[in-house]
């Protein structure tokens, strides 16, 4: 799909006091100013994160209830239960606590809910399960902000419930023992975009230093929190949360962790996916983190929970082995998804004069059609809803958005066709019956109609600033590198080279360029990857990430190119 360029607009002033200050190239210096770092300790904080820059966990709201109420169960004796989410925040989160809450002499179990039977969020019917089984406390764990009448029902029998969640609040708060969520409107924890396991880990901070006050530590070893930060890391990636502030000094620690952890859950995942070395944020996001995601999706979660949490390294590879089957499953019915949804947009005409995508069947597997959803819209740049229909005429939908739709927002206006729904700006669920479908996707088009324009409807490719080819060289590789890891909220850095001309184009591997680029009198190596199609004739505009290219033993510079343009067409200059 066609894109529009959009270079930031960058103080240079601020720009050329970074370079000095920091002694980096003018590029590094424009990039970090564009992200919003226009201090040298800003920069310094992002370049080098440490948990001494963590915030106080007690300045988020009722967390000094909810350490509390931990407290005294250690004092007493009571049993503790987990409950987590099904996703990957969820089930990192969920071992999370359960490993400490356990290392510390909590009797502590946990609960994750079925998809299928159970639905998302807390269930009456498991809370009840639960409390039968002898939990004094229950702690949820990215998931529970808005289980108003579950927190009444655990009330009723006399448990304490203790929400750790970061999803967006309804309009009322459960009546829990303690609700800790950033996202609270009088929470006064500055970082407001954490994930559900990065919640969990601001409590264990918080319950630790607790302890160390009680002087609890004087007869027992005390945590050294550094060693769960490989789960505090897969959750924080794999949930898509920006990657600044905390989050940051999570994955970059986390990343180290998981590089090096001796946990068998996550040396045998890392075995099953084919991860060796280093460990990148693209290798937890798209190799690691599904598998654990997998599970939930296609049946239960749970074995995801007991292999972050099992100490048995066969048992581990035994369950990473049959979560990489459940993975190789979940694709095989993705892709099939994929090609029916694209099969019915087709057929129905409706593209691309709407402006919003619904689509509905008997066959679609309910667990994988919210990622059917982000390929759609990542196809089709319309915010997008799958609905999975059941035999008895129920739809169960995942959604996902573009910029510019508040999905939840949309999602109000048609709430007269809907049984329930939940979400938050670019993803949502929602519930409906089968009759109701036609007038839902009327009504969700007209709520697109209105919130989106012409321009909203064609992706952006955002640059963060134009180049020399003089600035080219691999010392700029190595201070882009420094930026990592790359995500969401810190995507990987875009550069643009104007009026460059191609000297030599091939076509390698599964379609794509290998060219050779003249610029300012200079000579690059560069790769385009699934742009064999693309025209390189005449005067051209290229986005690229510089990056090293190693073979043979000798290292070069290479262009990676993310997009091409004829420099006719640029309207942005």
């Known amino acids: 799909m066609q894109k529009q360029w959009v270079t930031k607009a960058v103080s240079n002033e601020k720009a050329d006091q970074l370079s000095v200050a920091l002694a980096v190239s003018s590029v590094t210096a424009r990039i970090l100013v564009g992200r919003g770092l226009e201090t040298p300790e800003a920069c310094r904080q992002f370049l080098n994160p440490t948990l001494s820059s963590m915030h106080d966990p007690l300045l988020l709201k009722d967390m000094s209830e909810a350490v509390e109420r931990i407290f005294l169960a250690l004092r007493n004796s009571e049993a503790v239960y987990v409950y987590g989410d099904y996703d990957v925040d969820g089930i990192s989160g969920t071992a999370l606590l359960v490993s400490f809450l356990r290392r510390i002499g909590l009797n502590c179990s946990y609960f994750i809910p079925n998809r299928f039977d159970d639905g998302y969020g807390l269930s009456e019917e498991a809370l009840k399960r ?241 990622i059917v959803a982000s390929r759609l819209v990542e196809r089709y740049h319309r915010p997008t809803i799958l609905l999975a229909i059941d035999e008895d005429g129920n739809a169960k939908g995942s959604g996902r958005s573009i910029p510019g739709f508040h999905l939840l927002d949309a999602l109000k206006t048609c709430s007269d066709t809907l049984e329930r729904f939940g979400g938050h700006r670019y993803a949502a669920g929602i519930g409906l019956k089968v009759e109701n479908i036609e007038n839902f996707t009327a009504a969700f088009e007209a709520a697109a109609f209105q919130m989106l324009g012409d321009s909203e409807l064609m992706p952006l490719l955002d640059i963060d600033t134009n180049v020399s080819a003089a600035q080219m060289d691999l010392s700029l590789v190595a201070e882009l590198e420094k930026l990592e890891p790359f995500g969401a909220g810190n995507p990987e850095p875009t550069l643009m080279l104007r009026g460059v001309s191609v000297v030599d184009r091939r076509i390698v591997g599964d379609g794509h360029l290998k060219l050779r680029i003249s610029a300012e009198g200079r000579i690059f190596s560069a790769i385009a990857f699934r742009q064999a199609e693309c025209a390189t004739d005449g005067l051209l505009d290229i986005a690229f990430m510089p990056e090293c290219n190693t073979w043979n033993n000798s290292t070069t510079l290479q262009l990676r190119i993310k997009a091409i343009r004829k420099v006719e067409s640029d309207a942005a200059k």
């Not at 970061?166 to 954490?194: R, W």
């Not at 990065?198 to 070893?221: H, I, P, S, W, Y």
């Not at 390294?313 to 694209?342: F, G, M, P």
């Open 130 to 370: 639960i409390i039968q089984s002898g939990a004094k406390v229950i702690i949820s764990v990215d998931c529970g902000i808005t289980s108003v009448k579950e927190a009444i029902f655990c009330k009723q029998y006399s448990t304490d419930l203790i929400i750790l969640d970061h999803h967006t609040p309804g309009e009322s708060i459960p009546e829990a023992a303690a609700v800790v969520n950033p996202l609270q409107t009088d929470c006064q924890y500055p970082f407001k975009m954490l994930a559900g396991v990065g919640v969990a880990f601001n409590f264990l901070v918080a319950l630790r230093c607790r302890m160390r006050k009680e002087g609890l530590f004087a007869t027992r070893d005390e945590p050294d929190l550094r060693e769960w930060l490989d789960l505090v890391a897969l959750g924080t990636i794999a949930d898509v949360v920006p990657l600044i502030g905390q989050n940051r000094i999570y994955t970059v620690l986390g990343l180290q962790r998981i590089e090096k952890s001796g946990r068998p859950g996550i040396v045998a995942l890392k075995k099953s996916a084919g991860i060796d070395g280093a460990v990148t944020c693209g290798q937890v996001g798209f190799r690691l983190a599904p598998r654990l995601n997998a599970a939930g999706r296609m049946e239960s979660a749970v074995p995801g929970v007991d292999l972050l949490l099992s100490s048995d390294a066969d048992k581990c590879n035994i369950i990473a082995e049959e979560l990489s089957s459940a993975n190789a499953e979940r694709q095989t019915v993705e892709q099939r998804i994929i090609e029916q949804a694209i099969s019915m947009l087709d057929c129905s005409g409706i593209y691309p004069a709407c402006r919003s995508i619904v689509l509905a069947s008997r066959e679609w597997h309910q667990g994988v059609i919210g």
